[in-house]
Structure formats: C-alpha cells, structure tokens
C-alpha cells in the first residue's frame, strides 16, 4: 500500500510501477491512442476538435504520455504495390533500397524539445518506439516473402540486422540529447491469436543476437525495455525475456493472453495493456467485471492497465466515459490494496 500523503507525479507514478515499487494510484492512459474512425465518432458525439492528443489525455482527466516512434525508413521510401507487398528478394534489391533506409532526420526534434521541460517536471512519461527484428525485415520483403527469406535468404536477413542495430544505437543518442524516456518499444508483432509467427529456434538465430546488441544501451540509459506484439505472446514471452527484454504489451484478451498466468510464470516481467476492448461498450456491469478481472495483478506491480489495443470505433464518448470514471475507480483501488 501507498503510504505516502503526497500524490506522485505522472512521471514518478509510472516509474514506481514498473520498479514493482510502492504507488499512489494507476496512470490512467490509453497507451497507443485512439484510431482516427473512433476520434471522428467522438468529435459528432461531442469531444472537442483541433486538439493534439495530449490535450485531448488532460481534458478527459487521463495522465499525459508522449510517443515518438523512429522509423528506419525516410519519408520518400517507395509505396508498396498492395497491403503486404515487399521491395527485396536479393541483395542487389536491397542495395538498391538503402538509399531510402536509416535516415539521419528520423526522430521528431521539435516535440522532443517541447515534452524535454514537462518531463524533466514529471508531469508527463516519454517514450519511444523502434522496429524489431521481425518487423523491419517483414516491411523490405513482404509479409509472405518474409516468411520464406528466413531459409532463402538468411545471410540477407542477417544483414538487413545489423544494419539496423546501427541505426538504432544512433537513435537512442539522439533521443536522449533531449531527455531520458521512461520506457521504449520494439514494434514486433510477431504472434497471431494462435502464437508466434517463428520457432524459438528461429528466433534465437535471426532475433535474439540483435536485440542483444541493442538491449544493454538502453538499459545503461535507465530506459525500461518493452516489446509490442500483437496476438498470443504467452509461448514467446520466455524468449523475450531471454534476450534481455523486461516487458510486453498489449496483452491481447481475444487472443487468450491471461495476465494472471502471465504474471505467475514471469514474476518480475512488465506489462502495459490487457483490458479487453470488446467489452467497453457492454454497460457498467461488464466494464467493473474486467477491471476487476486486472486489479489484484496489478496492486503488485509491474502491470499497468489499458485497453489492449486501440478503443474501436464501436465505443461512443459516452460508453468511453464511463470506462474512465471507472477506471479511476480501480485506479484508486490498485494503490490501495
């Protein structure tokens, strides 16, 4: 339980739960946003217009956090012939490519400089997100091709890696010229509702070594280390954590992701997410059901509770208001247990 009479700031709430350490309250966040259709819907239903998204966080009472995600790709890079469609089936192609990839401006300097005071104040948590080892070479060769590439072209896999890496560690420094995030991501998305896209063979031969590399710099830096995967994560949550990696999110509920059972085989691993979004718009009953579902894991730390992807736009800003008064409900509730 919080002792303390002083409330936390954002920045030191959300610090003190990822360090399994004594906490006021939960952070109120919605950690990926909204989708633009579900904004729209709110904005006809009365949410104010030509608002950035952290004002629209301080006006619905939530606590305020700020994403940048560094791309490897610059702003020119090709459009894909279709959804899913690669660029590279050689390394001829893929030298063809470079001139698009690892861009030295991918950083947003302007909002850095901007969040760098609030932060540095606690009234606000940063953070950032980088493409994995699954990700990024999934966008140069194609979805299906990718899949293909980890036995036709490895040598290239590889090597699409470790030039990867070393953009990567060129981001971290240009980040925290401006400030230290609390935590960053690598975008993965590498399990479907059945589990993981690859074997743990394949992962410990094309994925662990590059996250290895990278890993140990964002530590030194005090940067908590999250993986954002899609789907089941249960089977490769072990291998993450293997490779150095100190959490997961969103922890899909549709996908049979079971925070209780997460939680008891990985004591000390953190996670963002879990709420399952299907039932925000089912009335009071079912909301307080899923919260209450999630509050005995997270008054022990390590856990912070959203939605486990993107509000869909089936949830009116009523519907959407009931959930957050609620969740400063349990919000209180998980501080005090």
């Known amino acids: ?179 230290t995030p609390d935590f960053m991501t690598f975008a993965e998305d590498m399990s479907y509702n059945n589990g993981p896209m690859l074997s743990k063979e394949m992962f410990d031969e094309f994925m662990k070594p590059y996250y290895q590399m990278v890993v140990p710099k964002l530590k030194e830096r005090g940067i908590r280390v999250i993986v954002d995967s899609d789907g089941d994560i249960s089977e490769p949550a072990s291998w993450f954590e293997e490779a150095g990696i100190e959490g997961i999110l969103p922890l899909e509920r549709q996908a049979g992701v079971d925070i209780a059972l997460l939680r008891e085989n990985h004591p000390r691993q953190i996670y963002i997410g879990a709420y399952d979004k299907m039932v925000m718009n089912k009335g009071e009953a079912a909301i307080r059901k899923e919260f209450e579902r999630l509050v005995p894991v997270a008054a022990k730390g390590g856990f912070i509770i959203s939605c486990d992807h993107q509000t869909p736009p089936g949830v009116s800003f009523d519907d959407y208001k009931l959930y957050l008064m609620l969740f400063h409900e349990y919000a209180e509730k998980a501080g005090s247990l």
Not at 6 to 22: C, G, H, S, Y
Not at 103 to 113: L, S
Request: proline residues 5%; glycine residues 6%; negative net charge.
């Open 1 to 179: 339980m919080f002792s303390s009479h002083d409330l936390m700031t954002a920045r030191e709430r959300f610090q003190a739960i990822l360090n399994f350490k004594p906490f006021d309250r939960l952070p109120v966040i919605e950690w990926a946003g909204w989708w633009g259709d579900t904004i729209d819907r709110w904005r006809s239903e009365g949410l104010r217009n030509n608002v950035e998204i952290a004002d629209i966080y301080r006006h619905l009472g939530m606590d305020v956090h700020h994403q940048d995600w560094a791309r490897p790709r610059a702003h020119d890079f090709p459009q894909p012939a279709h959804h899913g469609a690669g660029f590279v089936k050689s390394e001829s192609d893929y030298d063809a490519l470079k001139k698009y990839l690892y861009p030295e401006n991918c950083i947003n300097v302007e909002a850095w400089k901007k969040w760098a005071p609030e932060h540095r104040k606690g009234d606000c948590v940063t953070w950032f997100t980088i493409e994995g080892f699954f990700w990024f070479p999934r966008t140069l060769f194609g979805i299906e091709e990718h899949l293909y590439a980890f036995y036709d072209h490895p040598e290239l896999m590889h090597r699409m890696n470790r030039d990867l890496v070393a953009h990567q560690m060129k981001i971290i420094d240009m980040i925290c010229k401006y400030t």
